[in-house]
């Protein structure tokens, strides 16, 4: 490879939604002995999901596949109530890890059907976002992906609404939202829009380095909608060579020029700088700074109030000191990328031979 420099999008990689939802499985994982279940992959990344495998996670389709009593936690991507309320039975430990911002478009849906709106829901069919959040009104929402899915819509005569996945690139959003309303004369949108800030932020950073680059890498997977959505991006922005990658294993051995790196909200850390290492760009690495990310999502209530009773529990039983209760309250200073990586530790530490 002959990469002169590398220009590296800032933010990238995990936002506030996958931050939570992966320290969340983490705590599961200390806490009970395996196996732990897991609704739905917890976010979309391979390495991420391979890695709480090793460590006793099952990943399940169906909440029927949990047995009795076990620890289950449903994923960031919002789950349908339906699902919630089953993986509450039987006596399961369930935790709810789903990220706040689709919460909110749940929300909007459930309000928007009970005041009698027909919903027009603009996303990816049979993405786990969009399938739970249309679970929560079938008979309300209409699920489109594009201007030609508006084509198809019967004609709506009562009042409709407007609302999106989270993780939609912005001009597939402006694009059909535009479709939308030239359709409907008076619509309902959410004052704020669901595109959540970690997707409009990441593709933002990505348009100012697809302006200078010659190649540009995203690191995510393939089932990742916002990955997805930042490929389309450098593609609408004029780059002819974009190549979406799970890992540095992946990337083509002739790239040269200016590449630009990029990472889906849910591609770890480590893998970027595998990327960069493997790039070796001769005249090093540029930061480019699109904005600040301070947003921070504390663990579920639930798993806060479980590890607070197990706490209280163990310092009567065993009159030791308060350790789950006290990481708690740290839980902000500690990113998902450091806890990933010391689960691997623990896991390489446990197959050592003694
Ligand atoms: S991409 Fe957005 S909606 Fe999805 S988990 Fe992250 S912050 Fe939440």
């Known amino acids: 490879m002959s990469v002169t420099k590398v220009l590296l999008a800032e933010p990238r990689g995990f ?12 705590w599961m994982v200390r806490v009970f002995e395996p196996p732990i279940y897991c609704y739905h992959e917890i976010v979309h990344n391979q390495l991420v999901v391979e890695r709480f495998r090793k460590l006793g996670v099952v990943f399940v389709d169906t909440v029927d596949q949990v047995p009795p009593g076990a620890p289950v936690m449903l994923s ?10 089953s ?26 059907s009970q005041r009698g709106y027909e919903i027009i829901y603009i996303g990816h069919r049979g993405h786990d976002e969009a399938v739970g959040t249309v679970a929560v009104a079938p008979e309300s929402v209409h699920l489109i992906e594009d201007e030609h899915d508006l084509r198809e819509l019967d ?11 989270t993780t939609l690139s912005m001009d597939e959003w402006a694009e059909v939202r535009q479709e939308v309303e030239r359709e409907y004369s008076e619509i309902w949108m959410p004052t704020k829009s669901d595109l ?3 997707t409009t932020n990441r593709q933002g950073a990505l348009k100012e380095i697809a302006q200078r680059a ?7 997977s393939s089932n990742s909608s916002n990955t997805v ?6 593609r609408s922005r004029g780059v002819t060579q974009v190549f979406r990658v799970n890992s540095a294993s992946e990337l083509p051995r002739d790239l040269a020029g200016v590449v630009g790196v990029t990472a889906g909200a849910s591609a770890p850390d480590e893998l970027v700088d595998e990327v960069i290492a ?15 990310e301070e947003e921070y999502f504390p663990p579920p209530p639930e798993l806060r109030d479980f590890l607070r009773s197990l706490s209280a529990l163990l310092k009567v039983a065993l009159a030791s000191p308060l350790p789950y209760g006290t990481a708690l309250e740290d839980d902000a200073s500690v990113s998902a990328s450091r806890t990933l990586m010391e689960l691997n530790r623990d896991l390489s530490e446990s197959k050592t031979p003694r």
């Open 87 to 112: 993986s509450q039975e039987a006596g399961r430990i369930s935790i709810n890890a789903v990220c706040p911002l689709v919460t909110k478009v749940h929300h909007e849906v459930k309000v928007r």
């Open 76 to 85: 960031a991507h919002g789950t349908a109530p339906a699902v919630v309320t």
């Open 196 to 198: 959540c800030f970690a």
């Open 278 to 292: 493997s790039l070796n760009p001769t005249h090093g690495v540029e930061v480019v700074h699109y904005t600040a």
């Open 214 to 220: 010659d190649v540009v890498v995203v690191l995510g």
């Open 155 to 165: 004609r709506i005569d009562g009042p409709v609404a407007l609302v999106a996945q």
């Open 15 to 26: 936002c506030a939604g996958v931050e939570k939802a992966i320290k969340a499985l983490a």
């Open 229 to 234: 959505a930042l490929e389309k991006v450098a």
